[in-house]
């Protein structure tokens, strides 16, 4: 299938790499004598919608600072600062298009001083600590790419991510749809940084419209200023990405029992839709954590909980644990959740007996 002259040179060139390179393959028994035990959740903090000042509508992104500040993307109309202790700041949010404002918020970000926003308008605000809004940077040149994940902020440069759609094919079928990745500089300045296909189905509508549905999505979770966790496979694959580079260093794995889907789902249309996978995606999400690689899998154990895998960023399988969830599915089963983690804590979005949305902070206890 065709594809822009752009996205074909860059996937030729991270599958060039790919394929001329070794998967590590770890053991299935890491190197930690006291893997597969349960860690507990020890609860340090809540926040709770009390009607003053804020309330929550549908909390979706949490981000925390060095200092603590928390972070809270909360619908496309909200980003909620709270301080460490989990007292109501502000909102950042500012209908409008003029400065300082936008209609729609995509992504949070924040860095050791600073807030960030991503937006329509394409662009991103950046505040103080404070609230005071102190650099505003126009996106326009990226429009094409549409971006709408923020990776990494800092005032340095931003690092971003966009899911693109392919050279549009004749009719349905499938299709690689590439994610790009680039760094914008405080000044607009966009250099391109790489790509991670994905495979989808698309689909012409009767009407002429078109529909794009997809078997995976890319987890990233960038481990320093220069160097990203990367999964753009359904199945169990890490990478470690350069971004100077462009390049993937390493990539690993270990023997994973995948976990099939509980319901129907995933690539949607009729014709010649191929059905639903059979299997989740293996990796729900990555986390950097001090210097190690936290690889949130599928695996979610009804008694255990979450099952997560540590390594090195030379690949090296360290560890595995378990990290209790909370809530349940509408089959009464239990829930992957998302987590932010950062400082030995979990923050992640919970309810009250009175169904009230409240976010946690809970100290990971068994580390």
Same mark, same amino acid.
């Given at each position: 299938?065709?594809?822009?002259?752009?996205?074909?040179?860059?996937?030729?060139?991270?599958?060039?790499?790919?394929?001329?390179?070794?998967?590590?393959?770890?053991?299935?028994?890491?190197?930690?004598?006291?893997?597969?035990?349960?860690?507990?959740?020890?609860?340090?903090?809540?926040?709770?919608?009390?009607?003053?000042?804020?309330?929550?509508?549908?909390?979706?992104?949490?981000?925390?600072?060095?200092?603590? /500040?928390?972070?809270?993307?909360?619908?496309?109309?909200?980003?909620?600062?709270?301080?460490?202790?989990?007292?109501?700041?502000?909102?950042?949010?500012?209908?409008?298009?003029?400065?300082?404002?936008?209609?729609?918020?995509?992504?949070? !970000?924040?860095?050791?001083?600073?807030?960030?926003?991503?937006?329509?308008?394409?662009?991103?605000?950046?505040?103080?600590?404070?609230?005071?809004?102190?650099?505003?940077?126009?996106?326009?040149?990226?429009?094409?790419?549409?971006?709408?994940?923020?990776?990494?902020?800092?005032?340095?440069?931003?690092?971003?991510?966009?899911?693109?759609?392919?050279?549009?094919?004749?009719?349905?079928?499938?299709?690689?749809?590439?994610?790009?990745?680039?760094?914008?500089?405080?000044?607009?300045?966009?250099?391109?940084?790489?790509?991670?296909?994905?495979?989808?189905?698309?689909?012409?509508?009767?009407?002429? !419209?078109?529909?794009?549905?997809?078997?995976?999505?890319?987890?990233?979770?960038?481990?320093?200023?220069?160097?990203?966790?990367?999964?753009?496979?359904?199945?169990?694959?890490? !990478?470690?990405?350069?971004?100077?580079?462009?390049?993937?260093?390493?990539?690993?794995?270990?023997?994973?029992?995948?976990?099939?889907?509980?319901?129907?789902?995933?690539?949607?249309?009729?014709?010649?839709?191929?059905?639903?996978?059979?299997?989740?995606? /293996?990796?729900?999400?990555?986390?950097?954590?001090?210097?190690?690689?936290?690889?949130?899998?599928?695996?979610?154990?009804?008694?255990?909980?979450?099952?997560?895998?540590?390594?090195?960023?030379? !690949?090296?399988?360290?560890?595995?644990?378990?990290?209790?969830?909370?809530?349940?599915?509408?089959?009464?089963?239990?829930?992957?959740?998302?987590?932010?983690?950062?400082?030995?804590?979990?923050?992640?979005?919970?309810?009250?007996?009175?169904?009230?949305?409240?976010?946690?902070?809970?100290?990971?206890?068994?580390?």
């Amino acid at each position: 299938m065709k594809k822009t002259i752009l996205a074909a040179l860059s996937i030729f060139t991270l599958a060039t790499i790919a394929a001329s390179q070794d998967v590590i393959r770890n053991s299935a028994k890491p190197s930690n004598p006291k893997a597969g035990r349960v860690l507990s959740l020890k609860e340090e903090m809540r926040i709770e919608d009390t009607g003053r000042g804020f309330f929550f509508k549908n909390p979706s992104a949490i981000r925390v600072s060095a200092q603590g /500040d928390i972070l809270v993307k909360d619908g496309q109309d909200q980003v909620l600062q709270f301080d460490s202790q989990g007292r109501f700041l502000r909102n950042l949010f500012k209908n409008g298009q003029g400065p300082g404002e936008l209609s729609s918020v995509y992504s949070i !970000g924040v860095s050791t001083d600073r807030a960030y926003l991503l937006g329509y308008p394409l662009k991103i605000l950046a505040f103080d600590a404070q609230g005071t809004l102190v650099l505003e940077t126009d996106l326009r040149e990226t429009a094409k790419y549409g971006p709408t994940s923020m990776i990494l902020a800092d005032r340095e440069h931003y690092l971003l991510r966009s899911l693109g759609p392919p050279e549009r094919p004749a009719g349905s079928g499938l299709a690689d749809f590439p994610n790009y990745l680039f760094k914008v500089s405080p000044g607009g300045a966009v250099t391109k940084a790489g790509v991670f296909p994905i495979q989808g189905y698309y689909e012409v509508l009767a009407n002429g !419209g078109t529909s794009w549905s997809f078997f995976n999505s890319v987890q990233i979770a960038p481990i320093s200023d220069n160097f990203l966790a990367v999964n753009s496979s359904p199945e169990y694959l890490v !990478g470690v990405f350069d971004i100077d580079k462009e390049t993937i260093l390493r990539r690993f794995a270990r023997p994973y029992r995948r976990v099939k889907r509980s319901s129907e789902g995933g690539v949607s249309g009729g014709g010649n839709a191929p059905p639903p996978p059979e299997f989740d995606q /293996d990796i729900r999400a990555l986390h950097a954590v001090d210097g190690k690689i936290w690889v949130q899998t599928s695996t979610v154990d009804e008694q255990k909980g979450i099952l997560f895998d540590v390594y090195d960023v030379e !690949g090296r399988y360290l560890d595995y644990f378990y990290i209790p969830t909370v809530g349940k599915s509408s089959k009464n089963k239990p829930i992957n959740m998302t987590l932010t983690i950062t400082g030995g804590c979990a923050y992640f979005r919970d309810k009250t007996e009175d169904d009230l949305i409240i976010i946690k902070k809970c100290r990971l206890v068994g580390l």
